[in-house]
Every structure is written in C-alpha cells, then in structure tokens.
C-alpha cells in the first residue's frame, strides 16, 4: 500500500513536470463541434473530415483566404489543347512527410483512389474520362466536355503517396474495416499528425519539410471535438482552449463583453430555404384539403414567400445576422444572379389575396418538416415560419426531427413543406442548379437532392451550357434566365445566408473562411 | 452454492441475448446510416452500393444473426463512422466511464449513508430539515442545468477546474487511468459531483427510512430498555440491519449511474462509453451501439450477480429460500 | 374507520407541518393552474397564430422594456412564458403523475407476487427486470418511440409523443419498485403474520394486498415520490437528448432545454422561470411525500 502511494505521487510529480515543460506561447488548442471522422481524404465527402485534413493533405490547387482557386501542388494549369480537359503543371521538390519524393504518379494513384467505388469523393471526377501522366511533373485531366470549372471543383482533392498507400494496405478507402489510412497520416501540408484519440483529441505539429513558407508560429496545435455548445463556449472563456467553430448566436455578447476574447463573424456561402412537394398528388398532412396539392400552384406557393418576415427572424433569432437571400447562393459565389437579388416583400395582406385568387380564401393546412440539429436554429426558425404562415391562413403542422431521420423521411417524399440548406460545393450556382433545380435523374446523377421534384424544360435545357460555356458574360446570361425562371415560379423560398460566428481569444489571428475551414497555418498567436 | 451462482450466470447469459435483440431492434428505428456515412454529392446508386455491401438489405433476423454470431466469436466488427474496430472503440472509452461512475458512487455513499443515518437519528431537528431541503433542490434541477452551473462556476468564474475532458491521464496495463494525476482528479471532481447529486439524495432518503423504521423495531426498544450503549445500538445494530435494501440500492445506483453518466459525459465532454453512444446514435452507428448495449447489460449482469450474492451473506433467511 | 383515524389524524398533523402546509399550497396551486391552464393562460402557446415573433424575448414587467401584457416576459419566439409553464406544467404532470402511476402498478404487482411465489415466477421476473436495468432510460425512451414509428402511421406519431414518452418513462421506473417490492416481500413472508394467513388458507391475492402490501408501503413510498420528480426530470432529460416533446407543444422540460440556450446571453428568464418552477412543484411533490409517507405509517413519528 505505502509503494503504491509512493508511486502515485511520483507520477503526479511526473505530470506536472511535462504540462510545465510544454507550456509555451505557441502552443494552440481548439475545438469544433464534430471530429472529424477518419483521416482517410477520399473516404468520406464530409465537410469536418475535408476542412481538418486539409491541413496535412494537399491537393492539386487549393482556395487562398478569399475562396479563390490558387496553385497548390500544381504550380500552374491551363486547358488542354487538342482534347476538353485541363493540364496540371507539378510542383518540384516536394516531398511527403515520411520523406518519399512526391511526382505525378501520386496524382495518378490518387486520382484511382478516390475515383474508386469505394471512394466518396468519386462524384468529383464524374465529368473525367480518362487521366494521363506526360512527365514526372506533368498530367492531364481529359473531360467528357469543355469544363472550365474542373479546377475548381477539386479543390478538395488531397493527394496520397503512392508507395506509402500500397506498403500500407491502403490502396482503396476503407469501406466497412478501418486500414492504415483511416489512422494514419502521410500528406505533403503545413502540418503532420502527431497523435489521435478519436472523439477525444488530435495533436498536430508543423510539418519542417513544407515546401511552402510558414506563415504561422504553432509549435503544437492540439483539436478536442466539443459537442455541447455551452461546454465549448465555457472551454473558451475559461482560457483552456483558444478558438472555437462555431459559437451559438445568442452568445456572441456575451464572449465580446469580456476582456481578452473576440467574436469573428461572417457569411457562409449555405443559402437555407424552404422546398415545396412540387410533384405530389396531393397534400400528405392536411386536415381540410384532399385530392389536391395547393402547392402545386405557383401563387401559393408565393404566398408562402410573402408571409414570411426575414426582418423580425433576423432581430429575433439571429440577433441581426443574418442577410436575407434572393437565390440559392449568395452574393459573392460566381454565377451569382445581380439581375435578380430581390427577394419577395414581406406582405401578409399580398399572401392572403393570392390564396384567395388560388381558391383558398380559409387557407388550409399542410405539414411542414424540419431538422433540428442540422442548421444554425433551425426549429426555432420553422417556429417562427409555422407562426408567420398560420397568420395569413398556411396552416403548418410542424414536425422537427434530427438529421438522421430527416434525411430518409425527405427521400420518402414524407412532407408537404421542408427545410435545406445548401452549400455549393464548387462555389459556383451550377451546383445548385445541377442538384437542386434539375428534373430528379438518376442516369444522369441529376436533381439528386430535388426532393419535392421541382420541374422545368428550359432549366434542365440550359444546365449543359452553363457547365460547358467558357465565355464568362454568356454563361452568366444563361444562370440569370434560370434564377428568373426559379424566381417566377417560385421552386424555393431562399430564405437567407447562414451566418458563421467564430470565437477566439484576442490574441490569435485567423482567417476565417466562406466554406468553414479552419486553416492552421493562418493562425498567429501573440 | 455453486449450483447457485451456476443458475445465476446462464440466466445472464439469456438476459445478454435478449438485450442483444432488442437494442438491434431498435436500430431500424434511429435512423438511416447510409446517409450519415456518405456527403451530399454521393449518387444514390452509390448510397445503395454502400447499404447492400454492409448487408443492410438483408432480413432482420439473418442481420441480428450475424450480429450475434460475430460477437460470440470476439468479433465485434466495424464502426460505420470511423471504421475503426469497435471492440477497440469501447475498450478506450470504458476506463473514463468506470472511474467516474465509481466516484460518483462513492462519493453519494460516502456523503448518503452518514446523513442518512443523521437525519434519522434527528428527525426533527433544523440541521435534518435543512439537509432534507437542499438535496430535495438539488434533485429537482435537471442534472444537465446542474453541470453547466458547475462548469460556468468554478470553471469560468472562478477559473479554479477545468472545464471538459479528463485532464492528465496515466496509462496503467493498457488501463487509461485520471485517478493518478492532479489534473485528472481536478477534471474529476465537476462530473463526479453532477453525476453523484442525484444517488446521493436516493441513497440519504432511504438510509433515514430504512433506519428509522429499524430504531423503531423491538429488539432495538429492548436494547435500549438493558442499556446497551446507544452508539452501538445504532451503528451496531441499527445500521448493520437496514443494509440489505441498501445494498440492493447500491446495486441498482450502479446502474442508474452508468446509464445517466450519458449525461453528465455530453455535458462535460467526459470521454467516456456514454458520449461514444451519444455520438453514435447522431451518427446512427450501428455496430458500436449495439456493442455498447451489450457491454452495459455485462456490467448490469455482473453488479446483479454480486448484489444477490451479497444477499446470501448477509442475510441468511434468505439463503434458505433461493437455494432450495 | 381506520382510515377515517387515519384521516383525521392525519389532518391534524397537517396543520403542525408549516413546510406541507407551503408545499400544499404550492402544489395546490400548480395543478390548479395545470387543470385550468387554457383558461387562465392569456394565449394558447400551442397555437402558433396566436403569438408573434415581433413580441421575442421581451423580458418580464419589472425590468426595463418590460410589457404589461406579458408578465414574466416572453421566449425567442415571442410566446408568453405564463402561459407556456402553466401549459408546461399541465403536461409535465399529466407525463410524470401517468408514468408514475404505471410503473408502481406493474412494478409493485410483479414484485410482490416475484417475492410471495418465489421460485421460477420470481426469477423470470427479476430477470426480465435486469433486461429492462441494462437498458438505460434514455434507449428505452428511444426504442419505444422507435417502436412506434415503425407501427403508427406517421399523422398520429406526432399526436401520440407524450404517449410514448410516458410509457417509456414508465418502463425505466418500474424496476425500482418491483425489486424493492420483491425484497420487502421476502422479509414479510418469514413474518408469523403472513404465515399464519397462509395457513389459515387465504387467496394469495389477499395475502398479498391486505396483509404484506401495507406493511411493505414505507420504502414503497419513499420510491414513489422520488420517482414522481425523477419521472418529470427525466422527461427534461430526455428531451436535453434529443428525443423528448418537440418545441412546439412544450413540457417544462422542454422549456428548460430551450432556455439553455440562452443561459449566458442575457435572456436569464427563459431558463430560470421555468427552471424555478419546476423545482418548486416538485419539492412540493416531494414534502408532501414525506408527510403521506409519516401519515401512514405512524411508526416512524
């Protein structure tokens, strides 16, 4: 008994020594919400996955602070000449973090990799017929047509090593076993993993053979997932952590009351709107109507629009936040339609007549589904939507649910009225338009996410072009007629901008990105 | 005696199947994991790919078959989410749940049964009503409010705790251990006491009943009446007597502690079996949900097996009976 | 006219006990209030054309901005926070009195007769008791709604929660009383009491409920009233988790899950006023346990 005590209190000792020792002013800790899930970059298409390995893995190109396309492990790219497609020019001299020289074999193998069945990123390379290494340092992307938006969209495409992936087993993602990639970490970014815990923590530190120049001054950057939304705010307050993605909008006073904190806050490009059962036969949760789908009518579906008052949800629920939307991008993403940035007025007295007109004079009632976990106050925003609707005679039956049942229930077809939010992948409106407006197709991987089936020839007859034209002015004209034609009949209710609220101490910078990434080495700590 | 606890075991071992085949059950119920495993742009053919290759497709019972039969082999198989090895997955988080589960229980035991006993031997004094209030208060505010008071408290306002995770850890034979380092007891004491309010109240409140109903009882009158010492009749014999529902409590608190550590664990970011499940369920991870489940009803099992069999011991009328 | 002793007595010791005279009334009032909450309450919080969001987070009439029209001030989605607890309150009761009430009818029941038949009945029902320890509430509460989903046609799912919560609530609470039940039991059937009953030939039913149920009610009791308050709690709880009553049709549970949110950011009466509510009503539910337990069972005066 007397040893064991003896031990103990050695290890306390012990303990102490090292938190003392690492104590240093670059050392940085923060916290999000989600771990990310594995550290394999092609085996799942998941934002907390893509925005953390981001900082070991690299791709080809890569977004700068201002989400614009720069060189990366490319040096420079440029449309082929004889084929559609792109040829990326390689960075020499680079070499991964367990030393292997880093040529365009990687690139290769990675493109095999995460073009793979096995691979949830395969949907990037869908536009790819075939890839050919020319050099070393040379290789061509050969696409099915002219794609002038190809090296935007892979932006997330991080390049493993070859020789190390085979050595290793890790070939392919994994698919239902882990292998060494899911753990393990070779990339060629900033910083290497130097310890996981999953779920509990992930320590980085700099990678010394970048071939890049450190901007940062981290010496050790450890990650903790906090769920608890009141938990990671009080991690922050209390000094133990120096930055935390996100932090709820209602406390934002709060962290900027205090001394030594500050709040970054911004726009994400995730546009949140309600969708219609464009398609139904008729209304699945309504209490009055039968055999008809009033949503079917574009005026109702306008009237919907007009009930809704983006001012008092911007006051109340997101404390002056937000911006309202017009579209389902917002300003700023490429293909953004300036001819059409007006949103529908808030107008009660509009909504009502145009019900009427519709032949629901009484109104009627329908259900209205939303997740509660998935979006920045969502059920307290479809609280809001049900009360605003019910004052002009929409009587939504709300039900709210996490996102784990949300989603089947939507691919159900279980609702007459639903919340999204959508993000375009690509930062550019053809994604919307390609999983959102288009008819529903499967052959094609068409309107993937068109739940309610919205519908019209012209919008899936222009979608080719706006994915092929190269010249700037005609393809904007194209994306400005099917945003006015969207807007007519009324395919969404854009609602507005999620915003994204950051916390740190005031000592950090950082750069806080559209997309939600968290860039370690944009990080200074004074 | 053996034969005893030989019945005991392969009783449990029915009670583990059934709660095997319930939790998987219920699984159908939580949720889609294929949306959950894949982003937004993944193609349905793929998500369909993904549900038939990990055998999602097939019959319900083919499916707990399987489940089962796996398990029994020492195969737990594979985390949707990380992919990892779920065996492996739980064996990390077990320690962190133990250690504060014990604590927990300790410290409700340690501070329950004294002021158990104190309030029945003061039924009616100030210091018993105002112990009596207080815990009442502190049973009647969600556990979950209770943690982030305590954290806002001495972790924020004060700065003196730390507000999430296990602090320092130690490992000790493949045993991830917080109870041998300063910070670890520091990141301990919070969740113990969130976790401990509620037992503490359960185990007081039944202690002053069962004792007062004892103190109440002949033998205790008649010791009184031939002046056999008062403390003696009241630890001696008094307390000894009312430790069989007691220890049936204890045994029942185990549980209800392991269950609620849920709670206390999401609160305070305590990387335990608990969080593990919470997470699970959002992610509608089927494989480590099931293998929790089945890990939670070994330990119900185990502590069942030992209150029973403490029973025995304590209490021989009853040996008569269940080993007839 | 035992009980009417009883009755009397106890009406007597009522007038003695300064704290279950508050409690009384405290408890009075709340169920009052919970009872007549749609004529009392200024709106119906469940009908969302009845509020608007224009009248959000308006802080309660003594505090600045305060509005007459609201006394103690409204939620984000500008619903009045009286009435949203009196309507809290008349489900959080209905929810924890309902739960309550089925888990000591079918946990009393099995124990007593688990602990009067002993042998193969008393161990499948301790067995099936350990099924239900090993499953937390939490998963309990998610299986039968999961359960439910899979049976009930989606339009009554949303109808049928505080069902289903109910009973999943019930069945977490019942072992408590079975096992305790069941052990009482043991002592009592070594009693002379019980065995001279038996031998005298009565039905096990009366030798059950008339002679070893009152002698068992002591510790019973004590369950009972912990496990009223731990049934409204868990309610909280459960919806803390994710799986309670949706936002719209709030118990006080929910109330307080939605007034965590704005614990730090200044709207302290979304969380504290329900939150103060609700333990009030459930101490009151508690000392006033205490005080039945002490009426029926005078040994422990």
Redesign the interface.
Known sequence: MKNLILKNSAMVAGALLIGAASASAAEFKWASNTDPQTMDPHAVNSAPVLSFLNNVYEGLVRRNQGMSIEGSLAESWEPLQDDDGWRFNLRQGVTFQDGAAFTSEDVMFSYERASNEAADVRSWFAPVSEVRVVDDFTIDFITKAPNPLFPDSIANFMILDKGWAEANGAELPARDAENHATMNVNGTGAFKVASRDPGVKTVLVPNEGWWGEATHNITEATFTPIGNAATGLAALLSSEIDFIQPIPLQDVAQVESRDGFKVLEGEETRVIMFGFGHEHEELLYSSDVTGKNPFADARVRLAAAHAIDIASIDRVLFRGKIEGASQLVPAGISGYSEANSDRPAYDPDRAKALLAEAGYPEGFSFGLKCPNDRYINDEALCRAAASMFAAVGLNAELSTGPVRDYWPQLREDAFDMYLLGWSPGTFDMEHPIRFLMSTPNKEKKLGSWNFGGYSNARVDELLPGIQREVNPAARQAMVDEVVAITQEEVAYIPLYTQPLIWAAKDNVDLTQRADNFFMLRWVTVN | MVYFILKRLIQSVFVMIAVAFLAFSLFRFVGDPITQMTGVETSIEDQERLREELGLNDPFVAQFVRFTGDMLQGDFGYSYRTRQPVGEMIATRVPATLELGIVALLISLVVGIPTGVFTALRPRGFATQTILLTTLVGVSIPTFVIGIMLIFLFGVQLGWLPTFGRGGTVQIGGWETSLFTIDGWRALILPAITLGVYQLTLTMRLVRAEMMEVLRSDYIRFGMARGVPMRSLYFRHALANTMVPVITIIGLQFGGVIAFSIVTESVFQWPGMGLLFLESIRFVDIPVMGVYLVVIAFFFVLVNLIVDLLYLAIDPRLRVKDTS | MIAFIKRYEGLWLFTRSP?AIIAAIVAFFSIFGAIFAPLIASVNPY???S????D??LPPVWEDYGNPKFLLGTD???RDMVSSILYGARLSLIIGISAMTIATVLGVGLGLAAGYY?GRFD?IVM?IA??Q???????TA??I???A??ILP??VQ?DLRVAVLTLAIALSLW??FA??AR??T??QM?KEYVQAAIIMGQRPIRVMFVHILPNIL??LL?IMT?DL??AI?LE??LS???IGL???SPSL?TL?RIG????????WWI?WIP?VF??AL??SI??LG?FL?DVFNP??R
């Open positions: 704290a009908d969302l054309a509020f608007s969001l224009m959000g987070l984000d989605q500008g002993g161990m067995r350990d099924i320890l090993a499953l937390p509430a939490i998963l998610l299986l709604d999961g359960i989903r899979g989606t339009e949303q072992v408590n096992r305790t052990a009482s043991f002592v070594q002591g510790p004590v912990v308050a731990s709690l909280a709880t803390f988790l994710g949706p936002a719209d549970g307080i965590m949110q704005f614990m730090l950011s200044g709207e969380l939150t609700l333990v459930v101490i508690n000392i205490d337990r040994r422990l």
